[in-house]
């Protein structure tokens, strides 16, 4: 069936560098992608999004960018900070109401 | 002000026991959703209601039965609990449950079955 999934369970980053989390999703349809944070004891929360007209879109030390030809989409964080510790999940909501999030990845900021 | 909020935050009980998850929104939004994260942090939709309506409900047992008294509230109720049930239970929220839509998660809780 259609999934989206994720390349890396645990991403371990340095503090200060760049960060990047992979995602490939097999839904050729998508046209809209959402990146959320989860951190330790909370729900997850929106980051940025990007539709499938656009290449690349930049947040505040975030940039998403989509691949359509290869289906992957990526989430790159500038200058990770230990507040970015979490776990990330790339999510296709095309199905009417219902998102279908990949299966996360851990991202651990080494002070 | 909490915009989705759940509770308890979390609930500890034995198997075979009934328990209730309440869930309130206050951003106005018209759908409401239960999602289930297992230990590997997986996220799977269980519920979704749209102005008190059943809209989603995937292949979950019937010994969940959420219900909608208004479109601000979506509580969910366990029956004959088991040890499978344990994990960590999101509820969500968004503005008109169209395609395309942000989802606005409470904080969860983590329900153990002993």
């Known amino acids: 069936g259609e999934s989206v999934g994720l390349h890396l369970p645990t991403l371990s980053v340095q503090e200060g560098d760049n960060s990047i989390i992979n995602c490939a999703y097999s839904?050729?349809?998508?046209?809209?992608f959402i990146w959320y944070k989860q951190e330790s004891g909370k729900g997850p929360q929106f980051i940025i999004d990007i539709r499938s007209n656009m290449d690349k879109r930049q947040g505040q030390r975030v940039t998403v960018l989509l691949n359509k030809t290869v289906k992957h989409l990526s989430l790159q964080i500038a200058a990770t900070q230990p507040g970015d510790s979490a776990v990330y999940f790339c999510a296709d909501p095309a199905g009417y109401q219902k998102v279908t999030f990949g299966t996360g990845t851990k991202l651990q900021v080494i002070p | 002000d909490t915009a989705v909020s759940q509770t308890p935050k979390y609930l500890v009980t034995q198997m075979g026991n009934d328990k209730s998850i309440k869930c309130e929104q206050n951003?106005?939004?018209?759908?409401m959703y239960w999602y289930k994260q297992d230990s590997k942090k997986f996220l799977k939709i269980m519920f979704s209601?749209?102005?008190?309506?059943?809209?989603i409900n995937e292949t979950v047992p019937n010994r969940f039965s959420p219900k909608s008294p208004d479109k601000a509230h979506l509580n969910l109720h366990i029956n004959s609990l088991e040890l499978g049930d344990s994990a960590v239970y999101f509820c969500?929220?968004?503005?008109?449950?169209?395609?395309?839509?942000?989802?606005?998660f409470g904080s969860g809780t983590q329900l153990s079955v002993l």
């Open positions: 969500a929220s968004s503005h008109r449950g169209a395609r395309n839509e942000k989802l606005f």
């Open positions: 209601y749209n102005n008190k309506e059943l809209i």
């Open positions: 839904n050729s349809a998508s046209d809209y």
């Open positions: 951003l106005g939004h018209d759908t």
